[in-house]
């Protein structure tokens, strides 16, 4: 079986919206690996999203 992790952060994305602690403003200034989605997985076997947040838009369902 062959799946993708497209968001490994908590139930919420990092950095959150107009959120300025410090978590946040690391996310912001790093990027990739200090800023995730959502937790989020996809099969691609069967073409299935599993659990996925609001914000896998912004990954734009390139899969
Ligand atoms: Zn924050």
């Not at 968001?7 to 946040?24: E, K, L, N, Q, Y």
């Amino acid at each position: 079986m062959k799946f993708k992790v497209l968001g490994s952060g908590g139930c919420m994305s990092i950095p959150r919206a107009t959120c300025s602690c410090r978590v946040c403003k690391e996310a912001r200034e790093k990027g990739t690996p200090y800023s995730r989605f959502g937790c989020s997985l996809f099969i691609e076997d069967i073409n299935l999203l599993i659990d996925t947040p609001e914000d896998i838009l912004i990954l734009g369902i390139n899969l």
